[in-house]
């Protein structure tokens, strides 16, 4: 086998490496998306075979009062939590630049709540926002505040949510800090020289250098809440109280496994997607407008 890999080019070798990466990609996502795709325009709940019906499937989504609900929650949980995390993560990355020994202990707690796995972080949140014994309310209680009821309120659902997405920005903050770590300590000193403030070379010179990095950052954070949020909302509200935290993700999960449509969920599916790359432009725009670029190598 190594005689015969020896006379294989050196960049083929590397492709060769990648190809159970692609099938992956193939087998994975794209062939279910296509046919996800297909499905949409037939009528099919897994026992009877599937019946051709057009955009039926579409029409009967957006139709639907919970689906024009759910596209409006999951916006939600994209505009103000995805600038916030991100630049939340940048500017702890640039706090805790400087290695130390109570700083890696404090780069150690905001890489945690990323590694720990989906359930286990809606769980602990689910307690920590409980309005009786919760840590949180206790601690309001203890400064003289009237604590909400977060969860069991419909007002206050949707915000305890974001509260605990907000602590999500583990790998953000390690990207930024890599990325803090390569700019060159020459640009901060000509900076200084020159006689900028502190806060003028943040502005100035690092934030511009950074910013290509974090406009990455935010598209990969849009997509992720867009599409993964259904674990976190369905343990902590399961989409109530009174839907107020009622999500699409969640839409699609019961019209096809709870009302067996799986038409109309492949079309829901194909919202969420077509509402993924929305955003992702917008954002892009938004990006245009500041006047961040992102050169070819940094996309690819």
Not at 36 to 43: N, R, T
Request: aromatic share 14%; hydrophobic share 55%.
């Amino acid at each position: 086998m190594q005689k015969y890999l020896h006379r294989i080019p050196h960049q083929s070798r590397l492709r060769l490496l990648l190809l159970p990466y692609l099938i992956g990609i193939v087998v994975l996502y794209l062939l279910p998306a296509m046919l996800s795709f297909g499905l949409a325009f037939f009528q099919y709940d897994a026992l009877n075979p599937p019946r051709f019906v057009g955009i039926l499937n579409f029409r009967l989504a957006y139709t639907d009062e919970l689906f024009q609900l759910s596209v409006q929650n999951t916006l939600a949980y994209v505009i103000l939590p995805v600038p916030i995390r991100i630049f939340g993560a940048f500017l702890c990355a640039r706090l805790f630049l400087h290695g130390g020994r109570f700083i890696n202990w404090a780069r150690g707690a905001i890489l945690l709540p990323g590694i720990i796995p989906g359930t286990a972080f809606a769980l602990a949140w689910l307690w920590i926002l409980n309005p009786l014994y919760g840590p949180l309310n206790l601690t309001l209680r203890a400064i003289g505040m009237v604590p909400p009821n977060w969860l069991a309120d419909a007002q206050w659902a949707k915000p305890g949510i974001v509260l605990a997405t907000l602590w999500l920005i583990g790998e953000g903050f390690l990207v930024s800090l890599a990325a803090l770590y390569d700019i060159p300590p020459q640009l901060e000193e000509a900076a200084q020289v020159d006689g900028a403030t502190s806060w003028a070379t943040f502005w100035y010179v690092i934030l511009p250098i950074i910013a290509p990095i974090l406009l990455i950052l935010m598209f990969r954070d849009a997509v992720l809440l867009l599409q993964e949020s259904f674990t976190t909302v369905w343990l902590m509200t399961q989409g109530g109280p009174y839907y107020a935290t009622y999500t699409l993700p969640q839409f699609i999960y019961e019209q096809g496994f709870g009302l067996l449509s799986f038409g109309t969920a492949s079309a829901a599916l194909w919202v969420l997607y077509l509402l993924t790359g929305a955003v992702v432009v917008v954002l892009y725009l938004v990006a245009r407008q500041w006047r961040i670029g992102a050169t070819d190598s940094v996309l690819l």
